[in-house]
């Protein structure tokens, strides 16, 4: 519960970077005020929501642009702006939020945004420090500071490096599980060690859209770069898992699916934290248990076999090493197939088995 929480808030804040990154009136507006090196404090949400911690200032209601959030943000107090970044609300308000609310700031202005984003929470605020010249952002009780651009983009490309180091060795974990489920030698621990890489690369990249989305358009070469990194990463992964899951109290693989992206980082590297979410008895003897594959990822490897017709044939013969004993006589019995698929599916595990075993001994 504690990691689903973490990851809301994580989707939040990246969708509140997305309207504070380059190439957005706000983010120009704030650009501005930091050359003139004057402090703002800015306050995106509902006025109505907003009303109650209001005190004075002038109701302005104009249309919302970056050089009128500029000349306003002049004034002591705040700004007010709407969810949709359209309207300048109200200017130069002094807003009083709940004292008992905990801040860790101790500027006066960072003190009241913290306590305005922890109590209301369809709220974002933006504390330009005049002294520092900083920009924080607060989000619910997440505060983060916007970086320089060259700053952000040196730390994306290093975590692109890294994305790619990794993503080579979770190819080479899925070579030698290919030669393994083929072989019949697949034990748990093997399956698990190929999880937590997937998860890795995975968690990687999340980190990389996060600073994508704060570089805003100067991250679309970073997000092209990693699109093409991820390809096929969340297929394989869905595949990887629906081949191993054990159902457990009715679950569906989709739960399993989600309870690995949900494990906290502190519970990731644990075997028997995947072993639980994969649904086996947590236990180290366990991990040497021999598995076997339903047959979803290989058989995905055969060109033009629809996924109900790999789900028919799954259904039918219950793991991969029954699939590639079958004939293709046997394959035609599956309801979908046919016989002239049936010879494809046979030929393509033969291809797809006589190519591992190839690779395996290079």
Avoid at 4 to 23: C, D, F, T, Y
Avoid at 150 to 168: E, F, I, N
Avoid at 253 to 272: K, T
Avoid at 321 to 348: F, H, T, Y
Wanted: with cysteine; hydrophobic share 40%.
């Amino acid at each position: 519960m504690r990691a689903e929480v973490q990851k809301e808030k994580h989707k939040k804040l990246i969708e509140v970077l997305g309207q504070v990154a380059p190439g957005t009136e706000l983010r120009e507006a704030i650009d501005r005020i930091i050359l003139a090196r004057s402090g703002a404090l800015i306050v995106i949400g509902n006025l109505s929501e907003l009303k109650p911690i209001m005190s004075g200032g002038f109701n302005i209601g104009c249309e919302f642009t970056a050089p009128r959030l500029f000349e306003l943000a002049k004034m002591d107090g705040a700004v007010i702006i709407s969810k949709d970044l359209r309207t300048i609300f109200w200017s130069n308000s002094h807003l009083v939020p709940d004292p008992s609310i905990i801040t860790h700031e101790a500027g006066t202005r960072h003190r009241t945004a913290e306590r305005v984003a922890r109590g209301n929470k369809n709220v974002f605020v933006v504390a330009i420090s005049e002294k520092m010249g900083t920009v924080s952002i607060y989000v619910d009780d997440d505060h983060f500071t916007l970086e320089s651009i060259p700053l952000v983009l040196a730390k994306a490309d290093q975590a692109l490096q890294t994305l790619s180091r990794y993503r080579a060795r979770l190819d080479q974990e899925y070579s030698h599980l290919n030669t393994l489920e083929v072989e019949d030698q697949v034990t748990l621990r093997d399956v698990v060690k190929v999880v937590q890489r997937n998860e890795q690369v995975v968690r990687i990249a999340d980190e990389i859209r996060f600073q994508s989305s704060e570089l805003g358009k100067d991250g679309r070469l970073i997000e092209l770069q990693l699109n093409e990194m991820m390809a096929g990463v969340m297929k394989v992964r869905r595949l990887l898992v629906r081949d191993y899951y054990l159902p457990r109290d009715h679950k569906h693989y989709e739960e399993a699916l989600n309870s690995l992206g949900n494990l906290a980082g502190d519970e990731l590297p644990e075997e028997l934290s995947i072993v639980r979410v994969l649904g086996y008895r947590a236990s180290t003897e366990m991990m040497n248990k021999l598995v076997r594959p339903r047959g979803y990822r290989i058989l995905s490897m055969i060109p033009r076999v629809p996924s109900a017709v790999v789900d028919k044939v799954v259904a039918r013969f219950d793991n991969l090493k029954n699939i590639m004993r079958a004939s293709p006589a046997l394959l035609d019995e599956v309801d979908g197939v046919g016989e002239r698929r049936a010879l494809a599916i046979k030929d393509g595990l033969d291809r797809i088995s006589e190519a591992i075993i190839t690779d395996s001994y290079h």
